[in-house]
């Protein structure tokens, strides 16, 4: 499995909005479960959204009711919509995609700045 790339981060004001792209290559099939993380500078990267092949979606509780994690299956892209947002969710933001043969694959993340 190669890389995913992500892309879509900028610098944009509190409440704006802003939707970061993962691009997968190969077969998305033997895809098990993708993820978004961040990871705000001095702090842990911290788990921001997921979903799997079986449907079950999660967010953070900062996230909830502001982000939305989706897929284009056609295009091989998993996207995260993210609206109002806020200073603290500066960060760079990274997808993930967890294998059925139990590969995880990092993006090399994508840099968001929100400005107060």
């Known amino acids: 499995q190669v890389q995913p790339v992500d892309s879509g981060g900028d610098l944009v004001q509190a409440g704006g909005s802003l939707r970061l792209s993962c691009l997968f290559s190969?077969?998305?099939?033997?895809?098990?479960?993708i993820s978004w993380s961040r990871q705000a500078p001095g702090k842990q990267r911290e788990l921001v959204a997921s979903t799997n092949i079986r449907g079950t979606t999660t967010y953070a509780d900062a996230v909830k009711g502001r982000f939305t994690i989706s897929t284009d299956i056609a295009k091989k892209t998993m996207y995260l919509q993210m609206n109002s947002l806020k200073p603290e969710d500066t960060g760079v933001y990274f997808c993930n995609a967890v294998y059925l043969n139990g590969a995880s694959k990092w993006g090399q993340g994508t840099q968001v700045t929100v400005s107060s």
């Open positions: 190969g077969t998305i099939f033997s895809i098990n479960a």
